[in-house]
């Protein structure tokens, strides 16, 4: 191979990893979860849980509340 023929073989194998029809990269491996992220995700959803629960006792307050306007 002369030095034109590899200056075009290294011109297609550029434009063909432009193109995208190159081999795509693998995919990283997924970090295993820490034990700060268990007890992050933990205590979250138990916040959550004590929000939802406010919210529907607020909820049923103010419903009570006006009810009790009303009649």
């Known amino acids: 191979m ?3 023929e ?3 073989a290294k011109l297609e194998a550029r ?3 432009a ?7 693998p995919t990283p ?3 295993p979860e820490t034990k700060g992220d268990v007890t992050t995700r933990a205590a ?3 916040l959550d849980a004590e929000t939802e629960a ?12 006006l009810e ?3 009649g």
Do not use: D, H, W, Y
């Not at 193109?19 to 990269?25: I, L």
């Not at 406010?54 to 509340?65: D, V, Y």
């Open 2 to 4: 002369n030095a034109l």
């Open 6 to 8: 590899s200056t075009f």
């Open 15 to 17: 434009m063909i990893r």
């Open 19 to 25: 193109t995208g029809a190159a081999p795509e990269r």
């Open 29 to 31: 491996t997924p970090v």
């Open 44 to 46: 979250k959803a138990i």
């Open 54 to 65: 406010r919210n529907a006792k607020i909820a049923a307050l103010r419903t009570a509340r």
């Open 68 to 70: 009790g306007k009303k």
